[in-house]
């Protein structure tokens, strides 16, 4: 490998378009001595082919072909190892096909042969631009040796070990156009350093290369399983998986397509379950660090270049100190203790000093644990957190250091008087304007605005986000998922008015349908992370601390409570060695004692870090720079994007670059009920009530249910629904993880309502004058249309229609009927002006050239903005204002007479 030399004549690198896998369906055919993989692109017309000999019980031995073939040449390839094999005479055995599937996982061993992972099974979960990602379905393990799995008991042991890890529950993929790995401000960028071979730089062409961005491995879950085969197969077989939970939602902004998109990724650094990793390890790495980003852009245009993006992202890990919580007891709280003393807070330097790398200043750290406790028990860790930080924005400059804000929550909560999410809204308002968000267009400047001087300076992007905003409490799930969707709805309001959706003044309120959309969302995202990490669902939901559940909900909550702690009491152990084994933090062969018979796996995760062994004395630095030179030269940008290194692929066709065909392959016929856009979550579909007359989705609606308790404390105690058709009521049972749990069934309306009627008495509804318009209203009110009686000529015609219908066709074209005076003749004239089409040739309209002028200038207006009238334009106003008067003029004459 070599870096590439940085010629501006021959290269540019925003130009530069990133490489699609060119491998995204799998088939495995073996034999007796061999296995053989053909891999081709979704349309089939390019095929490579992989050799794995199973004849070596102990090694992988893997060759790949060099040659790509098409499909007249792999069909003769397969015929012709067909024919090799039926008349071997070595016992090679027939060719048979074993599996399909849609990629390699990787490949795995244990302590005796490799077994391959494949993934049979995908589903498409999400889009961003031209970019699908996938989340893995099912998957299949095929052991390679010859002679079916080894009879060994402690192999077997590790199989079933290994296939605990539930593979078709979140874990996320793509074919290399999208980088999962990283954040959106990071793949929009462009690289500012390529690596190759020297092989792919010879005859290159610029129209035939690609680029593909180097992964981050933090987020890579099948790095251990790709460890063998990464480096000697072509960048094509290779899928990077993540981990984590990925959500996407369609609002409809009156028919425009807006997609929000929620994606959190896992790290593979101290991962494991909730009271088996806690704090942090040596190497800064956190327990439960997870990467949130909310991407929000405008799905009618998918051009990364032409189209309107936007993203914020913010994280979640546990406190970086050294701290547990001792399990021993059966406490309902184990007590938390700190392990090991940091006075020079070095794990939280190294692990602040990598957020300053990846993400730029400020880094705004949200703390949600209890500050006075009668009995010390989260407040330990406060002091301790805090003292940390204190320490080291000693040595960092004033504009740069760490914002710590502490919000004791769950106190908070439990008084009557003080609002959480308002308290929420503050800080969050606080944080987006610290660190701001990204956006890919820049801001439309007018040229009424250019000649004030009022035009601002921007780079190739509208705005980036410089830092991050960093939220934990104790278990980082139910206060930080509540306190996570705050942020995440101020910062879709910026985003939203980024887009030019959303007025400067306006704000999205909690009763419009995008809250409702962005909640159920981050419901989906707590509860998934919650599972990964705790056991169970989430215990305290947001609408818990914004005290609109319903009295029921406790039930849930308990039943919750009990789930995780039997989960972590009982089946913790197993799971963390699962996640040990899948990741290669411990590996068997290499090892000398089973995985199972292990008292703790501390061995494995904490390693020490020996800051004066076996280092010359230039690597060494002292405690006060836990951050590099370079990165304090880049701030507050992110020396993570400022250094992109991206790796330069040899395209053999253009088609290797082009993700439009690739995402929307046009050459194939797809029926509409399985294209994307129709299983998407959708606004208008899902949320919107059916008898609405207002189509935003950002107005607020008041619903009965749970919501009518909110609004019965702040008017009235009666129950006044005015519009039944409004409710949207949801009719699943409390333990519904999605939206539909914020409303209750039709049950709990009725039994509300029986409730109202006993503690009014008797007498109440004499006195209150029900009528059926009380609870029905009328269609005026409801549509702003009155039915009335028709008027005679519509009966008229009405009649006309009804025995034109009667009479036989064929009395139309013969005038000398009877039937018809010359009074009643009618002329049957096609509405349609087309020829016959059919579904597979359509004859398009003809466009005139002032229609193509119109739409042209109208896409002008779209990239530069606002243009100077045309003369023709001039004089047909001027001819308006003329004939119709100056507006100016008289009410100047308006104001002297008066």
């Known amino acids: 490998?070599?870096?590439?030399?940085?010629?501006?004549?021959?290269?540019?690198?925003?130009?530069?378009?990133?490489?699609?896998?060119?491998?995204?369906?799998?088939?495995?055919?073996?034999?007796?001595?061999?296995?053989?993989?053909?891999?081709?692109?979704?349309?089939?017309?390019?095929?490579?082919?992989?050799?794995?000999?199973?004849?070596?019980?102990?090694?992988?031995?893997?060759?790949?072909?060099?040659?790509?073939?098409?499909?007249?040449?792999?069909?003769?390839?397969?015929g012709t190892l067909a024919a090799g094999s039926s008349y071997s005479r070595s016992g090679m055995g027939n060719l048979a096909k074993t599996i399909s599937a849609f990629g390699i996982l990787g490949f795995v061993k244990f302590l005796e042969g490799y077994y391959i992972v494949l993934i049979t099974r995908r589903r498409k979960i999400a889009t961003?631009?031209?970019?699908?990602?996938?989340?893995?379905?099912?998957?299949?393990?095929?052991?390679?040796?010859?002679?079916?799995?080894?009879?060994?008991?402690?192999?077997?042991?590790?199989?079933?070990?290994?296939?605990?890890?539930?593979?078709?529950?979140?874990?996320?993929?793509?074919?290399?156009?999208?980088?999962?790995?990283?954040?959106?401000?990071?793949?929009?960028?462009?690289?500012?350093?390529?690596?190759?071979?020297?092989?792919?730089?010879?005859?290159?062409?610029?129209?035939?290369?690609?680029?593909?961005?180097?992964?981050n491995r933090k987020f890579v879950w099948n790095a251990k399983l790709l460890e063998p085969v990464e480096s000697i197969l072509h960048p094509d077989w290779v899928l990077y998986v993540t981990h984590g939970f990925i959500g996407q939602s369609n609002v409809s902004v009156y028919g425009k397509p807006v997609y929000m998109c929620l994606i959190a990724r896992r790290s593979t650094q101290y991962a494991g379950t909730r009271f088996l990793k806690r704090g942090a390890d040596f190497e800064g790495h956190v327990a439960n660090e997870v990467e949130t980003e909310q991407i929000v852009f405008d799905s009618s245009v998918s051009s990364?270049?032409?189209?309107?993006?936007?993203?914020?992202?913010?994280?979640?890990?546990?406190?970086?100190?050294?701290?547990?919580?001792?399990?021993?007891?059966?406490?309902?709280?184990?007590?938390?203790?700190?392990?090991?003393?940091?006075?020079?807070?070095?794990?939280?330097?190294?692990?602040?000093?990598?957020?300053?790398?990846r993400f730029g200043s400020p880094v705004v750290v949200l703390n949600l644990v209890k500050k006075k406790e009668r009995r010390k028990h989260e407040s330990i860790l406060t002091m301790e957190y805090l003292t940390?930080?204190?320490?080291?924005?000693?040595?960092?400059?004033?504009?740069?250091?760490?914002?710590?804000?502490?919000?004791?929550?769950?106190?908070?909560?439990?008084?009557?008087?003080?609002?959480?999410?308002?308290?929420?809204?503050?800080?969050?308002?606080?944080?987006?304007?610290?660190?701001?968000?990204?956006?890919?267009?820049?801001?439309?400047?007018?040229?009424?605005?250019?000649?004030?001087?009022?035009?601002?300076e921007f780079d190739i992007f509208g705005r980036r986000?410089?830092?991050?905003?960093?939220?934990?409490?104790?278990?980082?799930?139910?206060?930080?998922?509540?306190?996570?969707?705050?942020?995440?709805?101020?910062?879709?309001?910026?985003?939203?008015?980024?887009?030019?959706?959303?007025?400067?003044?306006?704000?999205?309120?909690?009763?419009?349908?995008?809250?409702r959309m962005l909640e159920e969302l981050y419901e989906d995202h707590g509860d998934t992370l919650a599972l990964q990490y705790g056991g169970s669902q989430l215990v305290h939901r947001i609408n818990t601390y914004r005290k609109t559940a319903v009295w029921t909900s406790q039930g849930n909550d308990i039943m919750q409570t009990l789930s995780r702690y039997f989960s972590n009491t009982f089946s913790d152990a197993e799971k963390q060695n699962a996640i040990n084994l899948f990741l290669g933090k411990y590996v068997p062969h290499e090892e000398t004692f089973p995985l199972w018979t292990l008292?703790?796996?501390?061995?494995?995760?904490?390693?020490?870090?020996?800051?004066?062994?076996?280092?010359?004395?230039?690597?060494?630095?002292?405690?006060?720079?836990?951050?590099?030179?370079?990165?304090?030269?880049?701030?507050?940008?992110?020396?993570?994007?400022?250094?992109?290194?991206?790796?330069?692929?040899?395209?053999?066709?253009?088609?290797?670059?082009?993700?439009?065909?690739?995402?929307?392959?046009p050459q194939e016929l797809i029926p509409l009920s399985e294209v994307f856009a129709f299983k998407i979550s959708h606004s208008v579909r899902d949320f919107m009530p059916n008898s609405t007359v207002d189509f935003s989705p950002f107005v607020v609606r008041i619903r009965p249910g749970k919501r009518q308790e909110e609004n019965t404390t702040k008017k009235t105690k009666s129950l006044t629904l005015k519009n039944p058709t409004l409710m949207s009521l949801s009719t699943s049972s409390v333990t519904s993880t999605s939206s539909e749990s914020d409303y209750s069934s039709s049950d709990e309306i009725n039994t509300s309502m029986s409730s109202s009627n006993c503690n009014g008495g008797p007498g109440t509804w004499r006195n209150q004058n029900i009528s059926f318009s009380k609870f029905f209203p009328t269609m005026k009110e409801s549509y702003g249309v009155e039915l009335k009686s028709p008027r005679k000529s519509d009966i008229s015609l009405y009649k006309k229609f009804?025995?034109?219908?009667?009479?036989?066709?064929?009395?139309l074209t013969v005038p000398s009927l009877p039937l018809l005076k010359s009074s009643q003749s009618h002329s049957m004239i096609p509405l349609s002006g087309f020829s016959k089409d059919s579904s597979y040739v359509v004859t398009p309209p003809t466009v005139s050239k002032v229609s193509r002028d119109i739409y042209r200038s109208y896409v002008q207006r779209q990239v530069k903005g606002s243009s100077t009238p045309s003369p023709r334009d001039m004089k047909l106003y001027t001819h308006y204002v003329g004939k119709t008067g100056n507006p100016y003029h008289s009410s100047s004459k308006i104001s002297t007479k008066t």
């Not at 979640?316 to 007590?335: A, F, L, Y």
């Not at 980082?476 to 101020?490: P, S, V």
Request: a neutral charge.
């Open 128 to 215: 961003i631009g031209q970019h699908a990602i996938y989340k893995i379905e099912d998957t299949g393990c095929i052991y390679i040796p010859f002679g079916g799995l080894s009879k060994n008991p402690d192999e077997l042991r590790y199989f079933k070990l290994f296939q605990s890890i539930d593979l078709s529950s979140n874990f996320y993929f793509t074919y290399g156009g999208y980088d999962l790995t990283n954040n959106l401000q990071f793949n929009a960028c462009p690289p500012k350093n390529l690596i190759s071979t020297r092989r792919e730089f010879q005859n290159s062409n610029l129209c035939a290369q690609g680029v593909r961005s180097l992964m």
């Open 388 to 456: 940390a930080i204190t320490t080291l924005n000693q040595f960092l400059p004033p504009k740069h250091r760490i914002h710590y804000i502490g919000f004791d929550m769950a106190r908070t909560n439990k008084t009557k008087e003080k609002d959480v999410m308002a308290k929420l809204a503050r800080i969050s308002e606080e944080v987006i304007r610290k660190i701001g968000f990204f956006q890919t267009h820049r801001k439309l400047v007018s040229k009424v605005d250019q000649t004030r001087g009022i035009e601002e």
């Open 304 to 357: 990364f270049k032409r189209g309107r993006y936007t993203s914020f992202v913010q994280m979640r890990g546990s406190i970086p100190v050294h701290w547990s919580q001792d399990i021993s007891k059966m406490v309902p709280k184990p007590p938390i203790g700190l392990d090991i003393p940091d006075p020079h807070a070095e794990t939280a330097g190294r692990h602040f000093g990598y957020l300053l790398h």
């Open 465 to 515: 986000q410089t830092g991050l905003v960093r939220v934990n409490c104790v278990d980082c799930l139910d206060r930080t998922n509540t306190a996570q969707f705050a942020i995440g709805k101020c910062a879709l309001a910026h985003q939203f008015r980024a887009l030019g959706l959303l007025g400067d003044d306006a704000d999205l309120e909690f009763e419009s349908d995008v809250i």
């Open 1 to 78: 490998m070599m870096k590439a030399e940085k010629d501006p004549q021959r290269i540019n690198y925003e130009d530069l378009k990133p490489y699609c896998s060119t491998i995204q369906k799998v088939v495995l055919y073996e034999t007796r001595s061999r296995f053989f993989i053909v891999g081709s692109n979704q349309s089939e017309t390019k095929f490579r082919v992989l050799k794995i000999d199973r004849m070596d019980s102990r090694n992988l031995v893997i060759v790949e072909d060099p040659a790509v073939y098409n499909l007249k040449e792999i069909k003769e390839l397969l």
């Open 802 to 811: 009804v025995n034109l219908q009667q009479i036989p066709s064929r009395a």
């Open 599 to 665: 008292e703790n796996d501390i061995h494995l995760h904490l390693k020490p870090v020996l800051r004066f062994l076996n280092k010359d004395k230039t690597s060494l630095h002292p405690l006060t720079e836990w951050f590099s030179d370079e990165v304090l030269m880049t701030l507050p940008l992110s020396y993570h994007e400022s250094s992109k290194t991206c790796t330069l692929v040899n395209c053999d066709e253009i088609e290797d670059i082009d993700t439009y065909d690739d995402f929307y392959r």
